[in-house]
């Protein structure tokens, strides 16, 4: 069983134990919560109807809060000696799926 869920910005394919990294969510490591389900599969069955996918329920518990790669943001004015760096690390929360409740 697994499902396609809704997470930050994103869409994911999530089952109970995986493990993933989603834009920053607030909480403390060992808080639950839960995302919203947009696909339910059950073997053959495949569940997209708004009202039945209501009473589904996807369970997550924060792992730990992380940070993303850095990226480099270089800004340059050609003759005037004007130049400019910088750099931004994303924050992002480490999740795991612990139960897909149908």
Not at 33 to 54: H, K
Not at 64 to 75: A, L
Request: charged content about 25%; cysteine-free; overall charge positive.
């Amino acid at each position: 069983m697994y499902a396609i869920v809704r997470a930050g910005g994103r869409q994911e394919k999530v089952s109970v134990g995986d493990v993933l990294i989603v834009d920053k969510v607030k909480g403390n490591p060992g808080d639950s919560l839960e995302l919203a389900p947009i696909l339910l599969v059950d073997g053959e069955q495949v569940t997209t109807d708004a009202s039945a996918l209501a009473k589904v329920k996807v369970s997550a518990e924060i792992v730990k809060p992380t940070k993303g790669p850095k990226i480099t943001i270089m800004k340059y004015k050609n003759k005037t000696g004007y130049k400019k760096r910088q750099g931004h690390r994303q924050h992002s929360t480490q999740i795991k799926i612990t139960a897909i409740d149908a």
